[in-house]
């Protein structure tokens, strides 16, 4: 009995707050919903209908697809390189952490203004150190521009949490002895052949985890890509959750918005099967 | 300090938090509201309003303490939101069941959902008595009503105009546009040496649409259009002057005739353009009037630089070539008010001739009552536009107040394409009827 | 000195020199919207990188008077009380999962567990419907449950392994004398395990603070926290970039002055999530 006692608290807090409204949205995607019209009427698939016609969606698939690949490809190994680099305990090595991570906890609002004023085409800082360095006026659309905004926001969120990754790579570092690096270069290896042979290797599951972190965040970003772009230029910034809060908000499609964060859902718990999957597979080797 | 302290130290903040929360509870879809000076068990009447920037509030405040001191049995409280915030607002507010008794609207489709959903009164009746709906401007009236009923009252009314550089068009011996065909002539002398013709901000995705608007009304006709927009009715965008006037608005933008990168200009930036006199053009609503006349954006004097001409006719086309193109935004009146006389009381009274010249005279914009704009509270560019509102044989609305909120998301997104060449108008047109269909198909499961 | 031992310390100096480099670009843009706001608006579209003369505090002004400080306020509430919340509920079944046995103990963990992987997104609809109904929907009242549900997974988690941690002598010695579990939880696991307490708090806290869709979502009226004040702070204000600025060292900074003051906290906190999960 007193167990559960315990327990009870926590758990119905998740259950009446976090389950039930899952399970909710999860049947909100088989309906139509409209508060003002009073309608609530249910339509079965339509809605994944609607949107799996809808090109926004597919867009939107392929932006959070290149998020993932492109976050995965740019912070992990940076992260890896800074978490190496600023290993030891120094005065030098904490300022300089302390500085990479602290994006973590500005509000993703705060640092998405903030980049769109810099990186705004016309008055921009960033334009204006180019055209100080060029000697003629730049005025590259940056984030406005269909061509480079996607990549313009995947660069934000990098900056936002290639920090957060190195203090996540460096914390499982420290279970490495230091015995490794030291016979290592006694041996006459150079600084990367330790860091690809002894590092690499034993940071394996630490990476793992880290890799599916990326991607998890990749597929939910919201913050940063509602504030500079609204999924703009048309459409070439929409990411799943962008084109949610449409859908649900704007065209006021409840029910398709639904539809879409099961879609997210699903998604993420596939990744997450993966990653157990893969972690499992990694327990088990030597 | 031990972990009682933190305790109580959280229950005292969840005091506060409660505190806290209960002036801002919804009540209000917004809530900086305005202390009552009314007699006890007085009528509570809730005015939601998006008046928040100067000098629209301090000018509603003035009337809303005028009304309060005449009703003192009526205890009127003004609650302002952000524009862009109103439409969620509302929304909830309405869902939830506690909507103000009065609250702005915005007419065409948006007004619409709200009397199919039963939410607002029909005022037919009540404008009915004491001449109430003969006050008004006829040209502001059709788009409340619907289905045999009028579900709100007017307010301000914005149409669209060309505003240009009158030194510079006299310089180059140029006069104001009369046809489409002349537009694009006087656009060619500017390209040539090297100027922008026209200043467009497209951030908001709306701008553009006007020119497609205005040139869809001309072409296939005003009653065609209102009835193409309607997912209610048969009309599916069929006639080959839609792609027409898409074409036509694509040409000015391949011919560059629109400010650089028009995508991502904003709004100030574009009336920047035309008050450092660096394009001789620019398309856009009466609601800027002001601002370029006498304002911190624009130089000493700008005002006596610039005049309007009507928005061009496209000889031939099937529409009434002198109709403007604009809109009125109002007020409605909750279904589910507990207040209603008192509510009406209050809405009779804003709409008030006397107090209507009021608000002209403080805000400088269009009250569609009539006889509000005269010499005595109006600018000589307002009153231009009063008189050319009166003697307008209709005002045909822009597209995006009347189309479904689902079609005119993906219609706005696809014409923006359109401008950075990325969508073709045929693209932009089947866009439109996609999504129109859905909507339609989803209405006719509606009662 | 040997020239291998000075190309080692030239090498040594390059790659330091590199690494401030990177870390000067990191900060720069914060750096610059600090100094910019200033700067009148007009001054910063204009000559972004000059120093401001003379430098002012009326975007502070414009901010401050927009109703930000008060959105600072709602902010601090909401985020205590949840959290003040989540640390009850959490160290509560912390206690049992590592502590007590019982049937179901596992299914129940994974279930809690799962939920860590569920984006907010997914809930954002029905929750937001079932507020309106309830008329609650604009209030913050609606974010308390919520937060508090999302923040359970993690917090569970870390408290469990952090409960587990802590020796067993004394608990064995008390229960000996008869104590019972609620007494044991209050007066000897939540004490010995208040780093670990502190540091989830922190890390809850700092999430529920910058949470962004169900605050924008939920919060439609006037009582508004940070993300979603300063977002429609920039709506209304997007011409006036000092203002903006203004606005966003009016955020940001206090957050990084506590976070630098806080750091090994937030830290650990947040790799031992990472780690352990």
Not at chain 2, 41 to 55: C, K, L
Not at chain 2, 288 to 298: A, I, R, T, W, Y
Not at chain 3, 35 to 43: N, Q
């Amino acid at each position: 009995m007193v167990p559960y006692a315990f327990v009870a608290p926590a758990l119905f807090v998740f259950c009446a707050f976090a389950l039930i409204p899952i399970a909710l949205g999860l049947c909100a995607a088989a309906f139509r919903i409209d508060p003002v019209l009073r309608v609530c009427e249910y339509v079965g698939a339509r809605n994944f209908a609607t949107i799996a016609s809808d090109p926004p969606f597919h867009i939107a698939l392929r932006n959070n697809l290149l998020w993932i690949l492109l976050s995965i490809g740019v912070q992990i190994p940076l992260a890896l390189l800074l978490a190496a680099a600023l290993i030891d305990q120094s005065r030098f090595c904490r300022a300089l952490r302390t500085v990479f991570f602290s994006p973590l906890v500005i509000p993703g609002v705060a640092i998405g203004i903030m980049f769109s004023i810099v990186l705004d085409g016309q008055f921009g800082a960033l334009n204006a150190a180019l055209s100080w360095v060029e000697g003629h006026q730049v005025t590259v659309g940056w984030t406005a521009d269909r061509r480079w905004a996607l990549f313009c926001l995947i660069a934000v969120a990098c900056w936002q949490y290639t920090g957060y990754h190195m203090m996540v790579l460096l914390a499982g570092m420290q279970g490495i002895p230091t015995e490794l690096y030291e016979a290592a270069e006694i041996d006459g290896a150079g600084w990367w052949q330790r860091l690809g042979g002894i590092t690499l290797p034993l940071l394996r599951r630490v990476m793992l985890a880290d890799v599916l972190l990326v991607a998890i965040g990749s597929v939910k970003v919201f913050d940063i890509v509602q504030v500079m772009t609204q999924g703009g230029p048309n459409n070439a910034t929409e990411v799943l959750a962008t084109y949610m809060y449409s859908q649900a908000f704007m065209s006021e499609r409840m029910g398709s918005g639904a539809a879409v964060a099961v879609v997210m859902l699903i998604i993420t718990l596939g990744f997450a099967v993966i990653h157990s999957r893969l972690a499992r597979l990694e327990a088990g080797a030597p | 300090m031990p972990i009682t302290r933190y305790l109580w130290l959280a229950c005292a903040l969840a005091g506060c938090l409660v505190a806290a929360t209960d002036c801002g509870r919804p009540r209000a879809p917004s809530a900086v509201v305005t202390p009552s000076t009314a007699a006890p068990g007085a009528t509570v009447v809730r005015f939601g309003s998006v008046w928040v920037n100067e000098p629209r509030k301090s000018t509603l405040e003035k009337v809303a303490a005028e009304f309060r001191a005449r009703h003192p049995e009526i205890d009127l409280r003004v609650e302002y939101t952000q524009p862009d915030d109103y439409k969620p607002a509302i929304r909830t507010a309405v869902a939830a069941g506690n909507a103000p008794d009065v609250f702005f609207v915005w007419p065409g489709e948006w007004l619409r959902k709200f009397a199919r959903g039963h939410q607002v009164l029909d005022l037919t009746g009540e404008l009915a008595k004491d001449g109430w709906g003969d006050q008004f401007i006829p040209n502001a009236m059709p788009l409340f009503e619907y289905r045999g009923g009028t579900w709100g009252v007017p307010m301000l009314m914005q149409c669209a105009y060309f505003l240009y550089n009158n030194e510079m068009f006299v310089k180059r011996g140029l006069a104001p546009p009369k046809t489409w065909d002349e537009l694009l002539r006087v656009c060619e002398v500017f390209k040539r040496e090297g100027m922008a013709p026209i200043g467009l901000s497209n951030v908001n995705k709306w701008p553009l649409h006007h020119y497609v608007s205005i040139l869809w009304q001309r072409i296939v006709g005003e009653d065609r259009v209102l009835d193409d927009y309607d997912t209610e009715t048969e009309g599916s965008f069929s006639d080959p002057g839609y792609v027409e006037g898409l074409r036509m608005v694509r040409l000015l933008a391949d011919k560059g005739y629109f400010s650089e990168n028009a995508n991502g200009t904003s709004r100030e930036m574009f009336r920047q353009l035309f008050a450092t006199e660096r394009v001789p053009m620019i398309m856009t609503g009466t609601w800027d009037l002001g601002v370029l006349q006498n304002s911190d954006e624009v130089p000493e004097g700008f005002g006596d630089k610039w005049d309007m001409f009507a928005l061009p006719e496209v000889p031939g086309g099937k529409g009434n070539q002198a109709y403007m193109m604009g809109a009125p935004d109002g007020y409605a009146v909750w279904a589910d008010t507990k207040s209603k006389d008192a509510a009406l009381t209050w809405l009779r009274f804003l709409t008030s001739t006397e107090v209507a010249q009021r608000l002209v005279s403080g805000l400088q914009e269009l009250v569609c009552v009539k006889g509000a704009v005269n010499e005595q509270t109006a600018g000589d560019k307002l009153r231009r536009y009063a008189a050319d509102l009166e003697a307008a044989p209709g005002v045909t609305p822009w597209a995006d107040i009347m189309l479904e909120s689902s079609v005119r998301e993906a219609y706005l997104d696809a014409l923006s394409g359109m401008l950075d060449g990325t969508v073709s108008p045929e693209d932009v047109l089947a866009t439109l009827r996609d999504a129109h269909a859905k909507a339609r198909a989803e209405t006719r499961t509606e009662s | 000195m040997t020239s291998s031992r000075r190309a080692r310390m030239l090498r040594a100096l390059a790659v330091r020199a590199l690494l401030i480099a990177l870390a000067a670009a990191a900060a720069s843009p914060v750096a610059w919207a600090a100094f910019a706001s200033l700067k009148h608006g007009r001054d910063i579209t204009t000559r972004p990188f000059e120093l401001p003369r003379p430098p002012t505090m009326r975007n502070y002004a414009t901010a401050v008077e927009a109703g930000l400080l008060w959105q600072w306020l709602h902010s601090v509430l909401l985020t205590s009380v949840c959290v003040a919340l989540v640390l009850l509920l959490a160290s509560l079944a912390a206690y049992a999962f590592a502590r007590l046995s019982f049937r179901g103990r596992g299914p129940l963990r994974t279930l809690l567990l799962s939920g860590m992987m569920v984006p907010v997104h997914a809930v954002l609809i029905p929750l937001f419907v079932a507020a309106s109904r309830a008329g609650l929907a604009g209030s913050p009242l609606s974010l308390i449950g919520p937060y508090v549900a999302f923040s359970l997974p993690l917090s569970v988690l870390l408290l469990t392994a952090y409960f587990a941690e802590v020796p067993r002598e004394i608990e064995d010695a008390a229960r000996l004398d008869g104590c019972s579990d609620l007494r044991l939880w209050w007066h000897v696991l939540i004490p010995m395990a208040r780093n670990g307490l502190i540091t989830v708090g922190i890390l809850q806290g700092v999430w529920i603070w910058n949470e962004y869709p169900m605050a924008l979502v939920m919060l439609t009226g006037n009582w508004k926290t940070l993300p979603v004040g300063l977002a429609a702070f920039k709506g209304q204000y997007h011409a006036d970039w000092g203002a903006v600025l203004a606005g966003l060292v009016i955020v940001a900074a206090p957050l990084l002055a506590l976070f630098f003051v806080f750091q090994r906290w937030i830290v650990r906190g947040i790799t031992a999530g990472a780690v352990r999960s």
